[in-house]
């Protein structure tokens, strides 16, 4: 399993359904993009996830900074 | 009546056939958000949609389109269900009048019921999550009341904020949420952040429905939202101390989150489906620990459906962002006799009033670009005469069509401020604005041909009236 939107190879299972079995909600570590095992493959699947939202590495790193974090003030 | 609870007004849309339970078992995913944007599409009435079988889950109950129609808006506020849009918007303008109204504290609040702490927290446990929209990055609480204080002055009560932001569940305990700058509760995160402090929060889901409506409403940075919820309701509005932080939240909610926003941190969110008909991009945003959680037992877990509009944030959003446009330009400007502020959040506005001499409507336009949400929307102003409807879309084309003169009416001010998601500024949160002067000219501004309008016939709003009872009466 990797995943769909960042390619990482590292997904954690955040929650499983209550009716056991049924459904698994999982996690990249990296992009933090979460899913459930259920979805349509547009959603779940890497060869299906939309090109538009995909994500690199440096996606992630440059992405900008909403709201930007102030000076410390000082004293 | 007012409602203090979600449920209770869940039973009176019931009763009033604005409620729709789905009972056959649906998909978390496409379905609920699916079942909600179809709410959008299918018209002024749509009902409320309730969810109580959901493949996987053993007890979820989803409350979705609660204030998405017309009907239900006017439910929420006790009116009739038929009430026109603009009495809507005209009885939350006199309500207004009455604030402040002192809230009524309580001390039984139902979300006292369950508690979750420290290592046991897990938010899939309490809430049905599910996604919205194919591009969203994840599971959002998108319909709360956020509470949060000015750590400059915490023990002032209309500077503690009531808000409604995006949040998105990025763990267990995990929270991102998205503070625009113009927002109250980015002030206090601002504060705290400058004095390297985490800023203590308490998130509300599942509230009576006049509290949502307070809390997407663009008031005053020092303005009490329990205070106006009082004067909306017409009654003082129930409150309760959350046992974490000691904010005042509201006495009927489903579930209560309390935490912190970590100071000075940031992590990938995003991106989510917006009010604007637009995703926003991923963005590095600030996160939440989440230290309790407080739940009824069998909690109903409120969410909307957000996409491109109509959808019910539009009339969720609507009016109340109508009426503290108008008071604030009538404040200065008594000649402004209607605001229409229900596009995209008043991204676009229309504003009709009389002329106190040539050149006033567009001052009045300026004006509305630099009220407190004009600074962060209002990126165009339609501004009309006094005997046209700002409402009805029909004569504000008649309007425009008729009385413009693009050279002359048609004003384009550079480089002001937009909030970040406005998706046609270049540069993220500078947009140009513009007014388009769409009254009749008057002195000295003697320009065109308006000397001999057609008005309606003075038997007319007899006749209008005996149409209606006619039509009625079928
Ligand atoms: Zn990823």
Same mark, same amino acid.
């Given at each position: /399993?990797?995943?769909?939107?960042?390619?990482?190879?590292?997904?954690?299972?955040?929650?499983?359904?209550?009716?056991?079995?049924?459904?698994?909600?999982?996690?990249?570590?990296?992009?933090?993009? /979460?899913?459930?095992?259920?979805?349509?493959?547009?959603?779940?699947?890497?060869?299906?996830?939309?090109?538009?939202?995909? /994500?690199?590495?440096?996606?992630?790193?440059?992405?900008?900074?909403?709201?930007?974090?102030?000076?410390?003030?000082?004293? | 009546?007012?409602? *203090?609870? =979600?449920?209770?007004? =869940?039973?009176?849309? @019931?009763?009033?056939?604005?409620?729709?339970?789905?009972?056959?078992?649906?998909?978390?995913?496409? @379905?609920?958000?699916?079942?909600?944007?179809?709410?959008?599409?299918?018209?002024?009435?749509?009902?409320?949609?309730?969810?109580?079988?959901? %493949?996987?889950?053993?007890?979820?109950?989803?409350?979705?389109?609660?204030?998405?129609?017309?009907?239900?808006?006017?439910?929420?506020?006790?009116?009739?269900?038929?009430?026109?849009?603009?009495?809507?918007?005209?009885?939350?303008?006199?309500?207004?009048?009455?604030?402040?109204?002192?809230?009524?504290?309580?001390?039984?609040?139902?979300?006292?019921?369950?508690? +979750?702490?420290?290592?046991?927290? @897990?938010?899939?446990?309490?809430?049905?999550?599910?996604?919205?929209?194919?591009?969203?990055?994840?599971?959002?609480?998108?319909?709360?009341?956020?509470?949060?204080?000015?750590?400059? *002055?915490?023990?002032?009560?209309?500077?503690?904020?009531?808000?409604?932001?995006?949040?998105?569940?990025?763990?267990?305990?995990?929270?991102?949420?998205?503070?625009?700058?113009?927002?109250?509760?980015?002030?206090?995160?601002?504060?705290?952040?400058?004095?390297?402090?985490?800023?203590?929060?308490?998130?509300?889901?599942?509230? *009576?429905?006049?509290?949502?409506?307070?809390?997407?409403?663009?008031?005053?940075?020092?303005?009490?939202?329990? #205070?106006?919820?009082?004067?909306?309701?017409?009654?003082?509005?129930?409150?309760?101390?959350?046992?974490?932080?000691?904010? *005042?939240?509201?006495?009927?909610?489903?579930?209560?989150?309390?935490?912190?926003?970590?100071?000075? %941190?940031?992590?990938?969110?995003?991106?989510?489906?917006?009010?604007?008909?637009?995703?926003?991009?991923?963005?590095?945003?600030?996160?939440?620990?989440?230290?309790?959680?407080?739940?009824?037992?069998?909690?109903?877990?409120?969410?909307?459906?957000?996409?491109?509009?109509?959808?019910?944030?539009?009339?969720?959003?609507?009016?109340?962002?109508?009426?503290?446009?108008?008071?604030?330009?009538?404040?200065?400007?008594?000649?402004? +006799?209607?605001?229409?502020?229900?596009?995209?959040?008043?991204?676009?506005?229309?504003?009709?009033?009389?002329?106190?001499?040539?050149?006033?409507?567009?001052?009045?336009?300026?004006?509305?670009?630099?009220?407190?949400?004009?600074?962060?929307?209002?990126?165009?102003?339609?501004?009309?005469?006094?005997?046209?409807?700002?409402?009805?879309?029909? +004569?504000?084309?008649?309007?425009?069509?008729?009385?413009?003169?693009?050279?002359?009416?048609?004003?384009?001010?550079?480089?002001?401020?937009?909030?970040? =998601?406005?998706?046609?500024?270049?540069?993220?949160?500078?947009?140009?604005?513009?007014?388009?002067?769409?009254?009749?000219?008057?002195?000295?501004?003697?320009?065109?041909?308006?000397?001999?309008?057609?008005?309606?016939?003075?038997?007319?709003? #007899?006749?209008?009236?005996?149409?209606?009872?006619?039509?009625?009466?079928?």
């Amino acid at each position: /399993m990797i995943c769909p939107r960042c390619a990482h190879d590292t997904v954690d299972t955040v929650t499983t359904s209550p009716v056991p079995g049924v459904w698994d909600v999982l996690q990249c570590v990296r992009c933090l993009y /979460m899913w459930r095992t259920t979805e349509p493959d547009r959603r779940t699947r890497r060869e299906a996830y939309p090109v538009e939202f995909r /994500m690199t590495p440096a996606d992630i790193e440059t992405a900008p900074e909403v709201p930007v974090v102030p000076p410390l003030l000082v004293g | 009546m007012p409602y *203090d609870d =979600l449920r209770s007004f =869940l039973d009176t849309l @019931d009763k009033e056939s604005q409620l729709l339970r789905i009972t056959e078992q649906v998909l978390p995913e496409p @379905d609920l958000a699916a079942a909600a944007n179809a709410a959008g599409r299918i018209g002024e009435g749509a009902p409320a949609l309730y969810f109580d079988n959901v %493949k996987g889950f053993t007890d979820a109950r989803i409350a979705m389109n609660v204030h998405g129609s017309w009907r239900n808006h006017a439910l929420a506020l006790g009116l009739p269900p038929d009430t026109s849009v603009r009495e809507q918007v005209e009885e939350l303008a006199r309500r207004w009048d009455a604030f402040p109204v002192v809230p009524e504290r309580r001390e039984d609040a139902p979300w006292r019921e369950n508690t +979750q702490l420290g290592p046991d927290i @897990d938010l899939f446990k309490v809430l049905p999550l599910f996604r919205l929209n194919d591009g969203d990055g994840g599971f959002y609480l998108d319909k709360a009341a956020v509470v949060s204080r000015d750590p400059r *002055d915490p023990d002032h009560f209309g500077k503690q904020n009531v808000g409604t932001y995006r949040i998105e569940v990025i763990g267990r305990d995990r929270l991102a949420f998205q503070p625009v700058p113009m927002h109250d509760v980015a002030q206090h995160l601002h504060a705290a952040e400058e004095s390297g402090e985490d800023l203590p929060i308490a998130i509300t889901l599942g509230n *009576d429905p006049v509290i949502t409506i307070v809390a997407g409403m663009p008031m005053g940075y020092d303005q009490s939202e329990y #205070e106006m919820a009082g004067a909306l309701r017409g009654a003082p509005a129930p409150i309760a101390t959350a046992p974490l932080t000691g904010f *005042d939240v509201p006495w009927g909610s489903e579930v209560v989150i309390e935490g912190v926003v970590e100071s000075r %941190k940031r992590q990938i969110e995003g991106p989510f489906g917006e009010f604007t008909g637009h995703y926003s991009g991923g963005r590095r945003m600030p996160t939440i620990r989440v230290d309790r959680v407080s739940y009824r037992t069998d909690p109903i877990f409120e969410s909307l459906y957000l996409g491109m509009p109509w959808t019910e944030v539009d009339y969720l959003v609507g009016p109340n962002t109508c009426v503290p446009l108008l008071k604030q330009l009538r404040a200065e400007f008594p000649e402004v +006799q209607a605001v229409n502020a229900m596009y995209t959040h008043g991204l676009a506005v229309i504003v009709s009033t009389k002329k106190r001499y040539g050149g006033f409507a567009k001052a009045v336009g300026m004006r509305a670009m630099t009220t407190p949400h004009g600074l962060g929307y209002v990126t165009q102003v339609i501004v009309v005469d006094e005997d046209v409807d700002p409402f009805d879309l029909p +004569q504000v084309m008649w309007a425009m069509s008729a009385k413009v003169n693009p050279q002359d009416d048609v004003i384009i001010v550079p480089n002001l401020s937009v909030m970040a =998601l406005a998706p046609a500024a270049d540069t993220s949160g500078i947009t140009s604005k513009m007014i388009i002067d769409a009254t009749t000219p008057v002195a000295p501004d003697d320009r065109g041909h308006f000397d001999t309008p057609v008005r309606d016939l003075p038997e007319t709003p #007899e006749w209008t009236e005996r149409l209606r009872a006619l039509i009625a009466a079928r």
